[in-house]
């Protein structure tokens, strides 16, 4: 058995979340209190998670969103990733203790807000029938047409697809940059997710203040309007900011931090500044540049600059501080300081985007 997490928020009078948790939907859910934090957290004695079907991971996903969802209607919520267990309630306290300069301040940063997603979908019929009748499209086309040599057919067919490709590209691009455009005034932030179809034209993350939502939906009425029925809206919202500001719970593997070190030819008493200086003497000793005859060199670099990435994580993930903040702390690297350690990091799904330059 151990303790699943949802997600952190603002410590409140309320305890009770209500019995909505997993694995089935009817465990007890309550906000673990803290130094003025609270963990949303429920007891889990359900399967391990890499042991389930793929069915049964999506029937505990849309569980795990419910709660978190259940728990933003009553305060501000930074979403835990799904699959978060802890060894015990008092691990979850460790969590609110060690980290809870990092926590208060993602919660205070991204204020009384809401993530709205805007998705918008076009006719491929009608697209592809656009886009064939482009001059130099269409020439191609008739030329696959004309031919009867198979290599050349192919040849032609291939130029095509890659014409086709880039004009479907563009398009999309040209789409969601406007989209972007016309909404960000009401938005705090926006990001692009994945487009997973070709009909899928636009799935942009809108970071929302509550205070606004009803003008950001009327904003995207507006725009399905302007569209003429050549894109069709939808919006999927409000929800918590996972894209913005998700936590992340993690236990390092302590033969791959203890690898990473050996290569780094460090102690196992460290400093960031430390991991920093190493891997600046070796990167330029195994330089790629400066080993033209060594077949290795390009995967001994690769190699330290991977350790380098593994050991710095590691730190900042260790530390109550973000970024370079604490460059001089010295940590333990030996194996049972990093098997006994949690580490934490706020991240967000994808790079922020950035609206294009409007002409006055």
């Known amino acids: 058995m151990g303790t699943y997490v949802y997600a952190i928020t603002y410590g409140g009078s309320q305890n009770e979340i209500g019995r909505l948790g997993l694995p089935d939907g009817q465990a007890r859910v309550v906000a673990l209190r803290q130094n003025g934090l609270a963990a949303v957290v429920s007891n889990y004695q359900g399967p391990a998670f890499t042991a389930l079907s793929k069915p049964a991971l999506l029937r505990y996903l849309a569980i795990h969103q419910q709660v978190v969802e259940h728990a933003m209607d009553h305060r501000r919520v930074l979403p835990v990733k799904f699959g978060t267990v802890l060894a015990s309630l008092d691990e979850a306290r460790i969590v609110l203790d060690r980290w809870h300069g990092r926590l208060a301040s993602a919660l205070d940063l991204l204020g009384d807000v809401v993530e709205v997603e805007v998705a918008a979908t076009w006719d491929t019929g009608r697209i592809f029938s656009e886009i064939g009748r482009l001059p130099e499209i269409a020439a191609l086309a008739a030329r696959v047409a004309d031919h009867s040599d198979q290599q050349t057919v192919m040849e032609l067919g291939i130029r095509v697809g890659k014409l086709v490709k880039e004009e479907l590209d563009r ?18 932030d926006a990001q692009a997710n994945l487009l997973p179809s070709d009909e899928l034209v636009v799935n942009v993350a809108f970071l929302i203040e509550r205070a606004r939502l009803d003008d950001f939906y009327a904003c995207v009425h507006q725009l399905d309007r302007s569209f003429q029925n050549r894109l069709t809206f939808r919006c999927i919202g409000p929800l918590p900011p996972y894209s913005f500001g998700t936590v992340e719970i993690t236990r390092p593997h302590a033969t791959e931090i203890d690898a990473a070190r050996r290569m780094l030819e460090l102690s196992e008493r460290v400093s960031e500044a430390e991991i920093t200086a190493s891997y600046r003497r070796l990167a330029a000793r195994y330089h ?63 790079s922020q985007f950035v609206p294009s330059a409007r002409a006055s």
Do not use: C, W
Not at 171 to 186: A, H, P
Not at 316 to 342: F, I, K, M, T
């Open 171 to 188: 398009r999309r691009e040209k789409f969601r940059q406007q989209v972007v455009d016309d909404l960000m005034f009401l938005a705090r």
């Open 288 to 350: 790629p540049d400066h080993n033209t005859d060594d077949p290795l060199a390009t995967k001994r670099f690769v190699a330290l600059t991977t350790a380098h990435a593994q050991l710095i994580t590691y730190l900042r993930g260790r530390s109550g501080l973000e970024g370079e903040a604490n460059q001089s702390q010295h940590y333990d690297l030996a194996s049972g300081a990093v098997e006994s350690s949690l580490l934490l990091a706020i991240k967000r799904s994808g």
